[in-house]
């Protein structure tokens, strides 16, 4: 699980004007239409309601990280909700959302992200949700994805979520991780829910073998300029970026990726 640190974070909340446009420009939606498109809800009549969210530092573990809290209520309150972070920290700030009549609670651990719905009892976690979103991003880049190949590197909850995203719109997913247990695993979740796909034992080749790719592990600088062409699309959840800087210079606007936006926003729709 990547920890974000200060500098990821820190500037989300004064350029999120900027984000939307350059998200528009990329895949035609805004942050809102990209979230309730992943989790297949309107994105207008929902988010009307004005629910009240809160966001609770937490402590424990490697405690808080500067500017964490504020970047999840920024992205919350852009979508248009009430966002308010609780004055207290860990239980005492859950219990404030609570008493202050907060319907939906945003808390990190070291472990967890996760959003609450406190009336409906829906939960949603952060790793699935990053990857649901991001495959909703590469669709709209993509034009659609239904029979087209896609490689997803990183067999965690980001590239699970993803996965499982992509089988459920008809696209052929192959999967690799550095671990080959970690990919056996989430073939096996996913065969239970009737879906197949590929593993990948060798980098390399698959890389080669693959233009839509969804790097959705910490690795870094293991997609080079050899591995881009002019068709190559890449949805990068993962943190740090793992393509390096000549490749993202190549890609331009052929690459999503954000250290929390479409994760958050995602979130959001997603506990509605
Ligand atoms: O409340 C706080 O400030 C801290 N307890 C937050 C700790 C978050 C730790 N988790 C991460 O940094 C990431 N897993 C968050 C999501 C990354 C998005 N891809």
New binding site residues.
């Given amino acids: 699980?990547?920890?974000?640190k200060k500098d990821d974070v820190v500037k989300i909340a004064t350029s999120l004007e900027d984000y939307n446009s350059q998200l528009v420009r990329m895949t035609g939606c805004s942050l809102r239409e990209l979230a309730a498109h992943a989790v297949a809800k309107g994105s207008n009549e929902d988010y009307v309601q004005k629910l009240n969210v809160a966001v609770?530092?937490?402590?424990?573990?490697?405690?808080?990280?500067e500017g964490?809290?504020e970047s999840v209520a920024s992205i919350i309150s852009y979508l248009g909700f009430n966002a308010v972070i609780t004055k207290s920290?860990d239980a005492g700030g859950v219990a404030e959302a609570v008493q202050n009549g907060s319907d939906i609670l945003f808390?990190?651990?070291?472990d967890r992200?996760v959003a609450i719905n406190v009336k409906t009892g829906k939960v949603s976690d952060?790793?699935e949700a990053?990857g649901k979103g991001y495959v909703a991003g590469l669709v709209h880049m993509c034009d659609g994805l239904e029979g087209e190949k896609v490689l997803v590197i990183g067999a965690g909850p980001?590239g699970t979520g993803a996965a499982l995203a992509l089988k459920r719109i008809g696209a052929e997913v192959s999967i690799y991780d550095t671990d080959l247990s970690a990919s056996q695993r989430l073939s096996g979740e996913l065969i239970k829910q009737g879906y197949v796909v590929e593993i990948e034992t060798d980098l390399e080749g698959a890389l080669g073998g693959h233009r839509i790719l969804v790097d959705a592990c910490p690795a870094e600088e293991f997609i080079m300029l050899r591995h881009i062409s002019e068709h190559t699309m890449i949805a990068a959840?993962?943190?740090p970026l793992g393509i390096e800087a000549l490749g993202v210079a190549q890609l331009s606007s052929r690459l999503l990726h954000d250290?929390?936006q479409i994760?958050v926003a995602t979130m959001m729709f997603d506990v509605l």
């Avoid at 808390?107 to 070291?110: H, L, Q, T, Y």
């Fill in positions: 699980m990547t920890r974000l609770i530092p937490m402590t424990c573990g490697q405690g808080v990280i964490f809290v920290r808390m990190a651990d070291d992200f952060n790793g990053t980001v959840p993962g943190i250290p929390l994760g």
